[in-house]
T-cell receptor
Framework: NAGVMQNPRHLVRRRGQEARLRCSPMKGHSHVYWYRQLPEEGLKFMVYLQKENIIDESGMPKERFSAEFPKEGPSILRIQQVVRGDSAAYFC????????????FGDGTRLSIL | EDQVTQSPEALRLQEGESSSLNCSYTVSGLRGLFWYRQDPGKGPEFLFTLYSAGEEKEKERLKATLTKKESFLHITAPKPEDSATYLCAVQDHTDKLIFGTGTRLQVFP
């Protein structure tokens, strides 16, 4: 299966700990997007990355959140000092370099904060 | 501000009972309108892309249409396996997707 792979599928952290979410895009895709889905709310854009570059981080909180997409390896969304409000499903999507192409999503990481 | 509104929030249909889902949008610099299907515990699954008013796309029992202000997802003779949440999203000039909150469809046998 050459789809978007996210891990872990479920992650439990205590308040104040760090959470690291990983995303491997579809083969041949060089653009990665992260979205957050809160209960009963729609998917909200967080950040858009290409290899080694952050293109748009306008949806990502300025503090505690960071994202990277290194030359080798998966994209990482990192949340430091997690709080209860960070509990959500985090989805990664990827697309090819050609504009207007659909973004394909992984099955998400469900983050729970105790 | 870019915005997507979907209606109804929830829809219950009898198997074979055709209906339509609505997606109204306002966006600066529309690059495309996308329909996705999302099953519980899964990520959105891509269905259609529409790029310009008047365009239509079909796949099995689903047909998507687009005007300058809204899109419709028509479901013809639905089956229980069509039960899911259907998401509409617009892509703006920055390439990010702006999603509606979805229509939760239940089809009963």
């Amino acid at each position: 299966n050459a789809g978007v792979m996210q891990n872990p599928r479920h992650l439990v952290r205590r308040r104040g700990q760090e959470a690291r979410l990983r995303c491997s895009p579809m083969k041949g895709h060089s653009h990665v997007y992260w979205y957050r889905q809160l209960p009963e709310e729609g998917l909200k854009f967080m950040v858009y990355l290409q290899k080694e570059n952050i293109i748009d981080e306008s949806g990502m909180p300025k503090e505690r959140f960071s994202a990277e997409f290194p030359k080798e390896g998966p994209s990482i969304l990192r949340i430091q000092q997690v709080v209860r409000g960070d509990s959500a499903a985090y989805f990664c999507a990827s697309s090819p370099s050609i504009s207007n192409q659909p973004q394909h999503f992984g099955d998400g990481t469900r983050l729970s904060i105790l | 501000e870019d915005q997507v509104t979907q209606s109804p929030e929830a829809l219950r249909l009898q198997e074979g009972e055709s209906s339509s889902l609505n997606c109204s949008y306002t966006v600066s610099g529309l690059r495309g309108l996308f329909w996705y299907r999302q099953d519980p515990g899964k990520g959105p699954e891509f269905l259609f892309t529409l790029y310009s008013a008047g365009e239509e796309k079909e796949k099995e029992r689903l047909k998507a249409t687009l005007t300058k202000k809204e899109s419709f997802l028509h479901i013809t003779a639905p089956k229980p396996e069509d039960s899911a949440t259907y998401l509409c999203a617009v892509q703006d000039h920055t390439d990010k997707l702006i999603f509606g909150t979805g229509t939760r469809l239940q089809v009963f046998p």
